[in-house]
Nanobody
């Protein structure tokens, strides 16, 4: 089993900052891509940013220059630093990880439980 535990959500005013953290634990042989997604009730989950095991990053256009994704491969953690937050960034944020549990098993996608980010004055 693999568990992803998120932390760092909360409420901020527009222009503020938050840092989300996610740690993967359990039976892990290797981790490929890790990422952050967000979902407003009634909408599809959308990718915010992801990062490969080699450190290659990808951001959705609306968060470029404001959000940064970081990863620690030794700890299987991924953080999302969110600056200059806007009301439209408010959502439930989910961590994801593509994990292989043994050398002879395929990669599978795992998700955290979600953490709420509220941006309002």
């Amino acid at each position: 089993q693999v568990q992803l535990v998120e932390s760092g959500g909360g409420s901020v005013q527009p222009g503020g900052s938050l840092r989300l953290s996610c740690a993967a634990s359990g039976r892990i042989y290797s981790v490929d891509v890790m990422g952050w997604w967000r979902q407003i009730p009634g909408n599809q989950r959308e990718l915010v940013a992801d990062i490969s095991s080699a450190g290659r990053t990808n951001y959705r256009d609306s968060v470029k220059e404001r959000f940064s994704i970081f990863r620690d491969n030794s700890k299987n953690t991924v953080d999302l630093q969110m600056n200059s937050l806007k009301p439209e960034d408010a959502s439930v944020y989910y961590c994801s990880a593509r994990v292989r549990q043994a050398w002879n098993l395929p990669f599978s996608d795992y998700w955290g439980q979600g953490t709420q980010v509220t941006v309002s004055s």
